[in-house]
């Protein structure tokens, strides 16, 4: 891993600071939120007003994003802007169900929320883009593991239990099943895999949600809740999915199901690029 530039992850910071409060922000509440001097979090966020990135607020003392933060990457995702539709989709299943909804997409071995939806209810999990799980322990990371072919399984599975994350060990074969599970199903279960009491239940975008990368978009809380509200989770996405992003939208989420001991490997075209 390259060295990283202070500056550099600091100016991301502090966009994805306002991402996820959507308001205007203070000096002071910007360097105690992220761990900052507050000397040079000034320094930082008047460089970023007199570039055009930010705009001070009617006091003067706060801060807040201009458009031009918004259409930095309006042409890589279209798809993906607060207007598009997957977004939308997102906003309607958070006031469905109250809980958080999750954009994931993988990174390699990982998987990362790219957009976060926070929980409304009084007892909510607390996760923000950016956020990185394990692939292959994550439920909406096993949903990307369908792509996989047998080599390029096996392969993860053995990164996984040499690595940093030994402790929690992979069986290759109840992966395997897992994966059969997911594909014959069409979307994912995962309960206290990763954070004891939380759950995820989840489904794959189609290709159509984004030119660039596969997405999963999941709706993450309680264990107890998502196992409980199960069914009724599962028919919130499928009609979210069908609903924004077309009438034969989930046609290509569907992977075939191979006869039992096969490799887990996916029917799709789109087969783990990003592996």
């Given at each position: 891993?390259?060295?990283?530039?202070?500056?550099?992850?600091?100016?991301?910071?502090?966009?994805?600071?306002f991402?996820?409060v959507?308001?205007?922000?203070?000096?002071?509440?910007?360097?105690?939120?992220?761990g900052?001097?507050?000397?040079?979090?000034?320094?930082?966020?008047?460089n970023?007003?007199?570039l055009?990135?930010?705009?001070?607020?009617?006091?003067?003392?706060?801060?807040?994003?201009?458009?031009?933060?918004?259409?930095?990457?309006?042409?890589?995702?279209?798809m993906?802007?607060?207007s598009?539709?997957?977004?939308?989709?997102?906003?309607?299943?958070g006031?469905a169900?109250?809980?958080?909804?999750?954009?994931?997409?993988p990174?390699?071995?990982?998987?990362?929320?790219?957009?976060?939806?926070?929980?409304?209810t009084?007892?909510?999990?607390?996760?923000?883009?950016?956020?990185?799980?394990?692939?292959?322990?994550s439920?909406?990371?096993?949903?990307?593991a369908?792509d996989l072919?047998?080599?390029?399984?096996?392969?993860?599975?053995?990164?996984?239990?040499?690595g940093?994350?030994?402790?929690?060990?992979?069986?290759?074969?109840?992966?395997?099943?897992?994966?059969?599970?997911?594909r014959?199903?069409?979307?994912?279960?995962s309960?206290?895999?990763?954070?004891?009491?939380?759950?995820?239940?989840?489904?794959?975008?189609?290709?159509?949600?984004?030119?660039?990368?596969?997405?999963?978009?999941?709706?993450?809380?309680?264990?107890k809740?998502?196992?409980?509200?199960?069914?009724?989770?599962v028919?919130?996405?499928?009609?979210?999915?069908?609903?924004?992003?077309?009438?034969?939208?989930?046609?290509?989420?569907?992977?075939?199901?191979?006869?039992?001991?096969?490799?887990?490997?996916?029917?799709?075209?789109?087969?783990?690029?990003?592996?």
């Open positions: 891993m390259h060295k990283p530039v202070k500056s550099a992850v600091r100016v991301l910071e502090v966009f994805e600071f991402d996820r959507q308001r205007e922000a203070t000096v002071s509440e910007i360097a105690r939120e992220l900052y001097p507050q000397s040079s979090t000034s320094v930082l966020l008047g970023l007003a007199e055009g990135y930010l705009r001070h607020g009617a006091d003067r003392r706060s801060y807040f994003p201009t458009p031009r933060v918004s259409m930095l990457g309006s042409w890589l995702e279209p993906l802007l607060p598009g539709p997957v977004q939308r989709m997102m906003d309607e299943l006031a169900t109250g809980e958080t909804v999750i954009l994931a997409t990174v390699r071995d990982q998987v990362q929320y790219v957009h976060v939806v926070p929980a409304t009084t007892m909510r999990m607390h996760v923000g883009p950016g956020t990185l799980r394990p692939l292959l322990l439920g909406l990371g096993r949903l990307f369908i072919n047998e080599p390029q399984l096996r392969s993860m599975v053995l990164r996984h239990n040499d940093a994350h030994a402790k929690e060990q992979i069986s290759l074969a109840a992966l395997r099943r897992d994966l059969l599970t997911i014959s199903q069409g979307y994912a279960v309960l206290n895999r990763i954070t004891a009491g939380a759950g995820v239940i989840g489904m794959r975008l189609p290709a159509a949600a984004s030119a660039n990368w596969p997405l999963a978009v999941g709706i993450g809380g309680w264990s809740t998502i196992k409980t509200k199960q069914d009724e989770l028919r919130l996405l499928r009609a979210g999915v069908e609903r924004h992003l077309g009438e034969s939208a989930l046609s290509d989420t569907v992977y075939r199901v191979e006869p039992e001991g096969a490799p887990a490997v996916a029917s799709s075209a789109r087969r783990a690029a990003w592996a």
